[in-house]
């Protein structure tokens, strides 16, 4: 369990048509609120999340598990929590999972003297989403860019999450890397659809 003040990871696996791909948030515990389980706080963080656009997915997809760990605490175990939650669109099959619209959330360093980035790849939106080849409304994912740079509460009366981005302060060339992270305050969609280069995905009940 964490402590408040500790920064924790969640990576959300989810699946579509067989092909898996995982999605890596960072948080800060600012508080505990009921104390529920990791398991509680877990499940509820993937409702919330696949809530915002659960609309505009497709029912192929769904995340299925979400791999905590805690940061700061490294010798805290890493625990999966195994989850359903699939898009809603039943009639329109999902864009091809190479497929992917960017979401770019943006920080301050601690320190106020520079802007932080860094995007996630969104899978699994349905074709009637986009034409010609972007997102159709610059409103569409809306709701996932409030929740993207918003506190959560998990669930309801448990953990507040603050949003937080994760950059390298390490100088070139290091031996091993060193993180600091800033607090997301803007979530934009950048609305183009692109073939996804790279693919990160974990197994769940892995680390």
Known sequence: MPTPGDTIETRLIS???????????????????????????MADLANKYVGAFRSQLSIQWAVTCVLYRNITNPAE???PTFVTEAGSEVTVGPHPSTNVVRVTRYGIQNDLSKTRRSS?????????????????SDMELGTLEVF??????????????TPKIRYDVTPPPAPSRTYEFATVNQATTQ?????????SSALCGTS
Do not use: C
């Not at 996630?120 to 080849?133: C, E, N, P, W, Y």
């Not at 609305?191 to 693919?199: M, N, P, T």
């Open 120 to 136: 996630i790849a969104i899978t699994g939106l349905h074709k009637d989403v986009s034409k010609r080849g972007r997102v159709e």
């Open 191 to 199: 609305g183009v659809f692109r073939k996804l280069s790279r693919r």
């Open 15 to 41: 699946e579509q048509q067989g092909v898996q791909m995982s999605t890596t948030l960072y948080w800060e515990v600012d508080d505990l609120g009921n104390a529920p389980t990791i398991q509680q706080a």
């Open 148 to 161: 993207l740079s918003s506190d959560a509460i998990v669930p309801a009366a448990g953990w507040t999450l």
């Open 77 to 79: 175990a890493a625990t």
